[in-house]
């Protein structure tokens, strides 16, 4: 490695949380966002030698990420959440189905990979803030290009003209681009919790221990009378704690006694569910549940069930001890 290599590469380092970042809310892929940044650093790599410095290093790895992004959105589908398939499924087996791929759903995203540990405190809280799952949800319905001036307006703060200089657009167009999104996302119901206090850590907390003892009695007290549940990589979807119950005590039964590990994931507390392994061996990986909250309940329970792909992201191992 040459004396300029070995200066740069912690140069292209110090972005790379950020950039995931970046990257997630633009493409609704934890794995897809890595896979951006790493693109990223291989075409700064190459071209280093013709960055000219009439921008700074931050504003020209943004550019290549943008357009990484970009391109990677114009052969992929939007990511998708399972209530955006159709009306809600009945707590019944054949409700299930198959599991539908990968690239079909929006994934979650351990809050290490996308939020930078210093820095500015608000801007911090804003990062956590805007990788939430219902903010990122949204961002998918808008076209790719408006999304990108959103995150680069509302959530990192660049300016019009920085905005209009890294897409290669004018400011009328930025300004016209985000009003358009403002008014997409303004058309969504967003739960807006801020940062997480005291009230919200005990109710989830309350929920772990009502769901590693299966008191259902207890859990329905913790949840919004509309509550809604998904288990991607299936398309099926419940709201209404009747059939979240009846879920949990018909097909969900061998949910019970499962062990709840408290992770950050989306900005939020969540957790790695290990449930009961089938050989009565201690317990296997089973989901990453991400609760979403309302006022002082749950609004959305979302157990992602890829724990091949997840559980080694959160840096959790697929079995535990009993």
Known sequence: MTATESALTPQLERFR???????????????????????????????????????S??????????????????????????????????????????????DTWLQPV??????????????????????RL????????????QRAVLILREVLQWSAAETAELLGTTVASVNSALQRARATLGERELDTVGE?????????????????????????????????????????????????????????APCAHSKMVPVTVNGMPGFAQYKPAADGDGYTAWAIQAPEIRGNKIVRLNAFLDVEALFPMFGLPLRMAG
């Open 57 to 102: 290093l931050r504003s020209w790895l943004y550019r290549i990420a943008t357009n990484v992004c970009l391109t990677m959105l114009e052969s992929r589908g939007k990511r998708a959440r399972p209530m955006d398939f159709g009306s809600a499924s009945t707590p019944e087996p054949s409700s299930l189905g198959d599991p539908m791929g990968e």
């Open 134 to 145: 219902a903010f990122v949800a949204a961002l998918q319905h808008l076209p790719a290009r």
């Open 196 to 252: 997480i206090g005291a009230e919200q850590q005990e109710l989830l907390d309350r929920y772990a221990d009502a769901f590693e003892r299966y008191d259902m009695t207890a859990l329905v007290g913790l949840l919004h009378d509309d509550a809604v549940m998904s288990m991607p990589p299936y398309a099926l979807w419940l709201t209404g704690t009747d059939d979240i119950v009846a879920w949990h005590l018909g097909p969900g």
């Open 17 to 55: 949380v950020e950039l995931t970042g970046y990257s997630y809310r633009m493409l609704g892929s934890s794995h897809d966002a890595e896979d951006a940044v790493q693109e990223t650093m291989v075409r700064a790599w190459r071209s280093y030698d013709k960055f000219e410095g009439r921008s």
């Open 110 to 131: 351990p809050d290490a990979m996308v939020v930078p540990v210093d820095g500015d405190p608000a801007e911090r809280a804003v990062a956590r803030e805007t990788i």
